[in-house]
């Protein structure tokens, strides 16, 4: 039997709950399954929750910059215990923590990118072992628009749904949904799923016109945009109905697929839609693909079920009426459309055999790593890893004080810019004080951005502090 291994993940998020914590926990399970060990880093709060309860190691944090010290502190007494043998990052902050960790303890680093953005991969790929990419569509983006010069460690490593989990299963019908056509909408309703959004909104009034009365909108789903987002639903319905399920997992999911005689999803809702055997309009928040069918999968699987696109600028208007006006024909014509989906997971995303694929590529970039390992680096490479932390404190509405913890404070230099509505105010320049006294001049709403410069000129900068200044109020400071 092969030995064990200590995966270690770290991945940044802003909503509690999304596609990218689905893909982390699928991955997850698997290496559980086969009795490897994980550690996740990540924000504190539900996610974090639930991996503890299911047997992973987590260490929080809330990645800001002046904060990455003591997750990496975290992170380096946990593989002096419990040796490491991989990082996998997931982009953004989490890479670069990732990297950094990788770089200093000699370990192998593999990422996953998830949509059509380069992060900073062209910079960083000669720090990564193998980059995994979700659809070929955006293996593609970022060889040929986001500058990726090593197209032989890129590696198409899909979404897959949990088959076992995801079927088919009878579910009584809801009492209001009687007679009607269950349309699902299933996504976040946050602002980086503005097109999405947009798009279903079109179908809403599209219904509202054409077929009044006939179909029922199930919104699962939630985000900083709900309420907006319910109300013009409300606004545009009609003599439809709706009914918001707030965001599912699990079993009550896949009962709300069962539930619906088709979704309107993007990426891996659509892939757990379709396995369900649910006819699925893939809508993601780059692209529209549409209604999944023989003449559209091909490029539904390229793109990851609209992550690849130009948003409104490739988005064909019509598009979703025409698709909508399909699946309002017949229940034989959605059954039909439902088989093809079902199909199409069994042949392009079987769990089991991708969950292997990527188990031996961590052990073909661990040996790999092995025979021929990048020079190590010492933490002080990193000026991320010198901060220790930003005290805040407001003595009087009308002051900030702000004062760095850090190693080595007397190699540092210290800048700090005065926003006040959006303008820069005042500029206090690079000096060898780590602590700043800032008067706010007035009412307004203050935001205070710390730049750090170390002996070697290589600076970094970051939103320190936010204040508001009433006329007769003033509010404590959020903190960062």
């Known amino acids: 039997?092969?030995?064990?291994?200590?995966?270690?993940?770290?991945?940044?998020?802003?909503?509690?709950?999304?596609?990218?914590?689905?893909?982390?926990?699928?991955?997850?399970?698997?290496?559980?399954?086969?009795?490897?060990?994980?550690?996740?880093?990540?924000?504190?709060?539900?996610?974090?929750?639930?991996?503890?309860g299911s047997g992973v190691g987590v260490i929080e944090t809330d990645y800001q910059v002046d904060s990455l010290a003591a997750a990496f502190t975290a992170i380096q007494e946990l593989h002096e215990q419990q040796p490491l043998d991989l990082v996998h990052v997931h982009p953004f902050v989490s890479r670069q923590l990732g990297v950094m960790v990788s770089r200093i303890l000699g370990l192998p680093c593999v990422a996953t990118m998830h949509g059509k953005y380069s992060d900073v991969l062209p910079s960083q790929i000669d720090y990564l072992d193998a980059v995994f990419t979700v659809s070929e569509g955006i293996r593609h983006y970022l060889l040929t628009e986001g500058g990726v010069q090593h197209p032989e460690k890129l590696h198409v490593v899909p979404n897959t749904p949990d088959a076992k989990l995801f079927k088919a299963v009878y579910v009584a019908s809801l009492p209001e949904t009687t007679g009607k056509v269950v349309v699902s909408l299933v996504t976040r309703l946050d602002q980086d799923k503005a097109f999405i959004l947009d798009v279903f909104y079109q179908a809403v009034a599209h219904a509202a016109e054409h077929y009044p009365g006939r179909i029922h909108w199930q919104v699962v789903g939630q985000g900083t945009l709900q309420e907006t987002f319910s109300e013009r639903v409300e606004a545009?319905?009609?003599?439809?109905?709706?009914?918001?399920?707030?965001?599912?997992?699990?079993?009550?999911?896949?009962?709300?697929?069962?539930?619906?005689?088709?979704?309107?999803?993007?990426?891996?809702?659509?892939?757990?839609?379709?396995?369900?055997?649910?006819?699925?309009?893939?809508?993601?928040?780059?692209?529209?693909?549409?209604?999944?069918?023989?003449?559209?999968?091909?490029?539904?699987?390229?793109?990851?079920?609209?992550?690849?696109?130009?948003?409104?600028?490739?988005?064909?208007?019509?598009?979703?009426?025409?698709?909508?006006?399909?699946?309002?024909?017949s229940r034989a014509d959605r059954r039909g459309l439902g088989h093809f989906g079902r199909q199409v997971v069994r042949q392009c995303f079987n769990e089991s055999e991708m969950n292997r694929r990527l188990l031996n590529f961590y052990r073909l970039v661990i040996a790999a790593y092995k025979a021929d390992p990048r020079p190590r680096v010492s933490a002080e490479a990193f000026l991320e890893l010198r901060l220790e932390g930003l005290e805040i404190s407001r003595p009087r509405p009308d002051l900030l004080v702000l004062e760095h913890r850090c190693k080595?404070?007397?190699?540092?230099?210290?800048?700090?810019?005065?926003?006040?509505?959006?303008?820069?105010?005042?500029?206090?320049?690079?000096?060898?004080?780590?602590?700043?006294?800032i008067p706010l001049p007035g009412p307004g709403a203050y935001q205070v951005r710390c730049y750090v410069q170390d002996e070697h000129k290589r600076r970094i900068s970051f939103v320190g502090a936010e204040a508001v200044v009433e006329p007769d109020i003033a509010e404590v400071p959020d903190q960062r």
């Open 236 to 329: 545009l319905r009609g003599e439809n109905t709706v009914s918001h399920a707030g965001w599912l997992q699990g079993e009550a999911l896949r009962d709300a697929y069962c539930q619906s005689d088709a979704v309107i999803a993007p990426g891996r809702c659509a892939l757990e839609a379709m396995s369900c055997g649910v006819p699925a309009i893939a809508l993601g928040s780059k692209g529209y693909n549409g209604l999944v069918d023989s003449a559209t999968w091909q490029q539904a699987v390229f793109s990851n079920f609209g992550g690849v696109g130009d948003k409104h600028e490739s988005y064909q208007q019509g598009a979703v009426e025409k698709d909508l006006d399909r699946l309002m024909r």
């Open 408 to 437: 080595q404070p007397e190699k540092l230099r210290f800048a700090w810019y005065l926003f006040r509505d959006g303008e820069v105010i005042e500029k206090f320049m690079y000096r060898p004080e780590p602590k700043r006294e």
């Open 1 to 52: 039997m092969s030995a064990s291994l200590h995966l270690l993940i770290p991945v940044f998020f802003t909503a509690p709950q999304g596609g990218l914590h689905e893909n982390v926990r699928a991955t997850v399970q698997f290496m559980l399954s086969r009795k490897h060990l994980v550690t996740v880093v990540c924000r504190p709060g539900p996610f974090a929750e639930q991996l503890r």
